[in-house]
């Protein structure tokens, strides 16, 4: 899948940035590039945006109250230099928050859940159940059935990536993008350069520490805010 992309960004510089790692991204086409948000309306309207790199601080009208105009808004991701706007900017659904300056690698990692959203709205609807639960591995050359209700975080190794289950340890040959490609991104949350954890797990969280069990899994502080919108997914209760 293709993902038709804009950024609207009152930075040259940042623009230029962008479309780089744009032209970089196999699954995603610019479809145009504006300096503000009132210029990007005709080509919102006239053609079918999937994705929308959106800065936040910017003349007239900031990148939040243009999303709040948007009745049938395109997927977001924002990209801005202030961290304060984290959440609110996962309150109004976005994607992912990118803190500038940020690396490809963090710019994949956005694209990619993107990418993984629209798949997912694009598939027709089937019974519960009718999706397969499970995946297999290689791990002493044996084929191990891994289901994902069993999975409680998986770490990265070097060239393996060790699976943490509710019964055992598996270490198998494969690259941790592989497996975070594969996971669902609604029950599984990369939380750290090395570790992803299945949301139903997290026991407790305390500061940058994760607990499922007897294990203490990081997370990391430039992604905090985004880890603990996707875990809480708004179930945090409050007075």
């Known amino acids: 899948m293709t993902l038709q ?8 510089i940042a ?13 995603l ?10 210029k990007a309306i005709d080509t919102l309207q006239q053609q ?13 009208m900031t990148g939040l109250e243009f999303l709040k105009t ?26 992912d928050y990118l803190l500038k300056p940020f690396s ?12 993984a959203q629209c798949e997912a709205a694009a598939q027709p609807a089937t019974p519960a159940g009718a999706e397969p639960d499970y995946f297999f591995i290689k791990s002493d050359s044996k084929l191990i059935k891994i289901k994902y ?27 941790f993008r592989s497996i975070e490609e594969y996971l669902p991104a609604s029950r599984f949350v990369r939380t750290h350069k090395s570790f992803i954890v299945a949301a139903a797990k997290v026991e407790s969280i305390e ?28 179930r945090l209760l409050k007075r």
């Open 70 to 95: 948007l009745s049938h808004p395109p997927l977001v991701i924002f990209t801005t230099a202030y961290p304060n706007y984290a959440v609110e900017g996962f309150e109004l659904n976005a994607v």
């Open 29 to 38: 086409q610019l479809a145009g590039e504006f300096d503000n948000p009132m």
């Open 15 to 27: 623009r230029t940035g962008l479309k780089e790692y744009i032209q970089d991204t196999a699954f």
């Open 5 to 12: 992309c804009i950024i609207i960004d009152d930075e040259p």
């Open 104 to 115: 490809f690698e963090r710019f994949w990692k956005a694209a990619t859940k993107a990418k």
């Open 149 to 175: 209700d069993e999975i409680l975080f998986v770490e990265a190794l070097q060239n393996y990536v060790a699976v943490y289950t509710t019964d055992k340890k598996y270490i198998t040959y494969l690259t």
């Open 48 to 60: 079918k945006i999937d994705l929308i790199f959106l800065d936040i601080q910017m003349p007239r």
């Open 207 to 234: 500061g940058n520490d994760i607990r499922i069990g007897q294990h203490h899994i990081p997370i990391s502080r430039t992604e905090r805010e985004a880890v603990l919108q996707q875990l809480l997914q708004n």
